[in-house]
């Protein structure tokens, strides 16, 4: 992709984790940085960062994405900035039996995976429209491939993520929009994230890989256009096995994994891009 001065990428979630790192990603082409993220979460500091290391202009806002305004928050701050990469990055999930949470851990994933995807891609589309060339990319997750019990509403949610992503993809390939979801499996976070995940088992751990790792195969294939992006041999190996192995024999295997990482970790929560219920997200 060829950038100018004059550029913008808007990107959620952007203060921690693979938000972060996709942030870097992006300076580093030169693109001018839209971020947002929750406040309290450092994403002050991570523009003043970027901005002194690259050289490129960095803006931050402050905003809980699950509030109903905040889409509209958004566009105001936007303003008239000709913005030509989107990046929905902000989304949260989370390992419980789905009879022991919550209102509020359910309407978390809803408003951030589904309703916030939808709705910021839809304000965006007539400022992307104007540009020559643009791009969106959408961080679905590898349970998008497949239900899992356990885990419940945040692989349907990736889903959703995925299959929205194609439908948009397949209505705007005649325009200068190109639109690209991102699959990422287990990723090192933050120290908190990589402990948890260590403890799992080795199916948990299959196709653990760096945010930056990630954020950098990410960027590079959003610009080689690039529909579905599966980064990592691994990734890519389970993705096949997903795709060959029966449902009947897939979901019981997979949702017994989940079922005993439960058990043998009971502190086991809602862990995310954009975590309002523990915080602990990347």
Same mark, same amino acid.
């Given at each position: #992709?060829?950038?100018?001065?004059?550029?913008?990428?808007?990107?959620?979630?952007?203060?921690?984790?693979?938000?972060?790192?996709?942030? @870097? *990603?992006? %300076?580093?082409?030169?693109?001018?940085?839209?971020?947002?993220?929750?406040?309290?979460?450092?994403?002050?500091?991570?523009?003043?960062?970027?901005?002194?290391? !690259?050289?490129? *202009?960095?803006?931050?806002?402050?905003?809980?994405?699950?509030?109903?305004?905040?889409? $509209?928050?958004?566009?105001?701050?936007?303003?008239?900035?000709?913005?030509?990469?989107?990046?929905?990055?902000?989304?949260?999930?989370?390992?419980?039996?789905?009879?022991?949470?919550?209102?509020?851990?359910?309407?978390?994933?809803?408003?951030?995976?589904?309703?916030?995807?939808?709705?910021?891609?839809?304000?965006?589309?007539?400022?992307?429209?104007?540009?020559?060339?643009? @791009?969106?990319?959408?961080?679905?997750?590898? %349970?998008?491939?497949?239900?899992?019990?356990?885990?419940?509403?945040?692989?349907?949610?990736?889903?959703?993520?995925?299959? !929205?992503?194609?439908? #948009?993809? *397949?209505?705007?390939?005649?325009?200068?929009?190109?639109?690209?979801?991102?699959?990422?499996?287990? #990723?090192?976070?933050?120290?908190?994230?990589?402990?948890?995940?260590?403890?799992?088992?080795?199916?948990?751990?299959?196709?653990?890989?760096?945010?930056?790792?990630?954020?950098?195969? $990410?960027?590079?294939?959003? !610009?080689?256009?690039?529909?579905?992006?599966?980064?990592?041999?691994?990734?890519?190996? @389970?993705? !096949?096995? #997903?795709?060959?192995?029966?449902?009947?024999?897939?979901?019981?295997?997979?949702?017994?994994?989940?079922?005993?990482?439960?058990?043998?970790?009971?502190?086991?929560?809602?862990?995310?891009? @954009?975590?309002?219920?523990?915080?602990?997200?990347?």
């Amino acid at each position: #992709m060829k950038t100018t001065e004059n550029e913008y990428a808007l990107i959620t979630g952007a203060s921690k984790g693979l938000g972060r790192a996709i942030a @870097y *990603e992006l %300076a580093a082409r030169k693109m001018n940085l839209l971020l947002v993220a929750l406040p309290q979460e450092g994403l002050t500091d991570l523009c003043v960062e970027i901005r002194n290391e !690259f050289r490129i *202009e960095a803006d931050c806002l402050e905003v809980d994405l699950t509030q109903a305004d905040s889409i $509209a928050i958004i566009d105001q701050w936007v303003g008239d900035r000709p913005v030509s990469i989107l990046i929905n990055n902000a989304g949260v999930g989370g390992s419980k039996s789905f009879e022991s949470v919550d209102s509020n851990y359910l309407n978390t994933i809803i408003e951030l995976n589904i309703r916030t995807v939808s709705l910021l891609t839809w304000r965006l589309l007539p400022r992307l429209r104007k540009q020559r060339e643009a @791009y969106i990319l959408n961080v679905s997750s590898m %349970a998008s491939f497949s239900p899992i019990a356990y885990k419940t509403l945040y692989p349907a949610s990736k889903a959703f993520v995925y299959n !929205f992503s194609r439908c #948009m993809s *397949e209505e705007l390939k005649d325009t200068g929009i190109f639109v690209s979801v991102l699959n990422p499996g287990p #990723m090192q976070t933050n120290s908190d994230v990589c402990e948890r995940v260590n403890r799992q088992s080795r199916v948990a751990r299959f196709g653990l890989m760096s945010v930056r790792r990630v954020a950098r195969i $990410a960027v590079r294939d959003l !610009f080689r256009r690039k529909k579905v992006i599966i980064p990592g041999i691994s990734n890519q190996i @389970y993705r !096949f096995l #997903m795709a060959v192995v029966p449902s009947p024999i897939r979901i019981p295997l997979i949702s017994s994994f989940v079922k005993r990482e439960i058990s043998q970790l009971p502190g086991l929560a809602c862990v995310g891009s @954009y975590d309002r219920l523990t915080r602990k997200g990347g």
